[in-house]
């Protein structure tokens, strides 16, 4: 397993790291298996979603925003983040994706995104690579 660090940028973002875990998963010479990334925060998740139109971002964040706003009168949270935690917990802490022929599976329009719901902050998340046994590894 290994730790990658993030910078994010903006309050809520949805940051591409695709290709820094496709690195990873050649780096580390896994042909079949596994890959699970984790976020290590309580407000920041990961998801697969699609990377082609960069639209999808900017609606996934604001329909985000729209069901959990930032500022509710019932929230008890001292913190003032509860938006972000619920966010975190709808689109999940992680995610499993695939390994074939040393290539992370995604369909054509899928990509891995770090998702941001309280920054700008200095983050990180964990890739852990599983072989299923069939490469030698």
Known sequence: MDIFPIETKHHDDMIEITNSIQSYI???GIEEGIA???SLHTTAGITVNENA???VKQDFL???REVYPWKHELDLHAEGNTAAHLKTSTVGHAQTVLISEGKLVL???Q???FCEF????SRKYAVQVLSSGRDGA
């Open 118 to 121: 309280d920054g700008p902050r």
């Open 107 to 109: 369909g054509t329009w």
């Open 111 to 113: 990509g891995i995104y």
């Open 36 to 38: 699970v990334i984790s």
């Open 53 to 55: 139109d960069p639209d």
């Open 62 to 64: 604001r329909r985000l």
């Open 26 to 28: 050649q780096s580390v």
